[in-house]
């Protein structure tokens, strides 16, 4: 059974960091592409951030490209996910998913099957 738990979450002011870890279990990591979403308040589910497993390879939505950067450990069975300069816009609830990794979908949430419970991020001053 595939398990993810979510935390790093918080409250931070405007400009701020937060660092967002997904600790899995019961599956191989590596074997998995691995996605983070987020559904700000009144909002859909976004696709935030993917990486592949077939070849590493990244994405990243317009909104966050140049502050947000995802990395996994493999070792660790830990996806990461390392938000810089911070804004409103960013507040929501964060999760990390799993996909198929015949397939390598696409970051989008209808693409991803397997998810956790989330984690709040608020954006505030």
């Known amino acids: 059974q595939l398990q993810f738990v979510e935390s790093g979450g918080g409250l931070v002011q405007p400009g701020g960091s937060l660092r967002l870890s997904c600790a899995t279990s019961g599956f191989t990591l590596d074997y998995y592409p691995i996605g983070w979403f987020r559904q700000a308040p009144g909002k859909e589910h976004e696709g935030v ?13 317009d909104s966050v490209k140049g502050r947000f950067t995802i990395s996994r450990d493999n070792a660790k069975n830990t996806v990461y996910l390392q938000m810089n300069s911070l804004k409103p816009e960013d507040t929501g609830v964060y999760y990390c998913a799993a996909g198929n990794p015949t397939v390598q ?3 989008v949430p209808e693409g991803y099957d397997y998810w956790g419970q989330g984690t709040q991020v608020t954006v505030s001053s």
């Open 49 to 61: 951030s993917c990486i592949s497993s077939s070849d590493g390879s990244t994405y990243y939505a």
């Open 105 to 107: 979908p696409v970051c």
